[in-house]
């Protein structure tokens, strides 16, 4: 019976699990093309609009996709920012202008100037903010703004490989002004929360590629969670990875999404065997599998018991290559 069957909804990352830089992972088309159960996108990238992001999906194949199918940090940021500010406040938005159009209309005045006391800074995601933007954000945080961020992804996936994320850029202004952002994205339960109340579900699976924002934010919701390996987190992460970023199911892309449940949890499969031997965690086995993932699993399963490990070891050819791919 496929994992599908399982759930009432996929709550689905877009960097690094179903596109990297606007192109199709392969696979993750089909995948969710064919899905029996409907799908929101929940994205920490906060620098385009819902309805230029579902513009997109819908080039790379996904016909059915629906502005109101996509839930972006920027819209988490502002509906976050809302409980602090009233109407007409004025707000400096370090981001794209499709921020600064959701900011406008939900009733904020947006100002680019600490000159103008603003009440809040917001700051999300684009890839032409620069030194004077930023410090126009220190200036009106130094001045008493409260300051908001739409995620903290230090990195960003693209085809070319890792990119600045907004983290980084949101590190630069706590360095600058000793203030820490609250954060409206993932790692927080809330984007979660509201995409399952969108929908109207209420067993919905959370999916990703990095474990600090995807896997945490989902498992923080009370979720389960699905990881791919086609983003950012590997396996040397997942091997590490602390109880609360832990992934319910383990795959190597969304196709594995059509596969049985117990396939792809944590544990012994494919012939592979693992064990701790002082401050080494051994791999061996596995001679009839074809799938690197399975050698994977069957680690996690006790590499999550036993935390003091410091290195990784193949005993055997199969083993052997599994593990020359967690470094």
């Not at 052997?320 to 791919?325: C, G, L, Q």
Request: net charge negative.
């Amino acid at each position: 019976m496929s994992l599908l069957s399982e759930y009432d909804a996929l709550l689905l990352d877009l960097d690094g699990t179903v596109w990297e830089g606007g192109r199709a992972i392969s696979g993750a088309v089909e995948t969710i093309n064919g899905s029996p159960v409907p799908g929101i996108y929940v994205t920490n990238n906060a620098s385009r609009a819902p309805e230029v992001v579902a513009e997109k999906l819908r080039a790379i194949g996904l016909d059915s996709v629906r502005t109101t199918d996509v839930l972006t940090s920027a819209q988490a940021a502002i509906e976050l920012a809302s409980q602090h500010l009233q109407p007409g406040d004025k707000v400096l938005i370090l981001g794209t202008d499709s921020f600064r159009a959701l900011a406008t209309a939900a009733g904020y005045r947006v100002v680019d100037s600490a000159d103008d006391q603003p009440v809040a800074v917001l700051h999300g995601h684009n890839p032409e903010t620069n030194w004077a933007q930023l410090s126009e954000g220190a200036l009106a945080i130094h001045a008493g703004a409260r300051y908001f961020a739409s995620n903290l992804d230090s990195s960003l996936p693209t085809e070319r490989g890792l990119m600045v994320g907004n983290g980084s850029m949101v590190a630069a202004l706590v360095s600058a002004t000793g203030v820490t952002p609250e954060s409206a994205g993932k790692p927080g339960p809330a984007m979660f929360r509201s995409a399952a109340r969108h929908l109207g579900v209420s067993r919905p699976l959370a999916v990703g590629d990095r474990l600090n924002t995807d896997i945490e934010g989902g498992n923080a919701a009370g979720m389960d969670t699905f990881q791919v390996l086609t983003g950012v987190s590997g396996p040397k992460e997942l091997l590490r990875a602390p109880a609360h970023q832990r992934p319910t199911f383990i795959a190597a892309s969304l196709r594995d999404l059509h596969c049985e449940a117990d396939e792809l949890r944590p544990g012994a499969q494919g012939g592979f065997h693992a064990r701790v031997e002082g401050a080494e965690l051994v791999l061996s086995g596995g001679a009839d599998s074809r799938d690197p993932v399975e050698g994977l699993r069957t680690a996690l399963s006790v590499a999550w018991e036993h935390e003091g490990f410091a290195t990784f070891r193949g005993e055997g050819e199969s083993a052997e290559k599994v593990v020359s791919t967690w470094w």
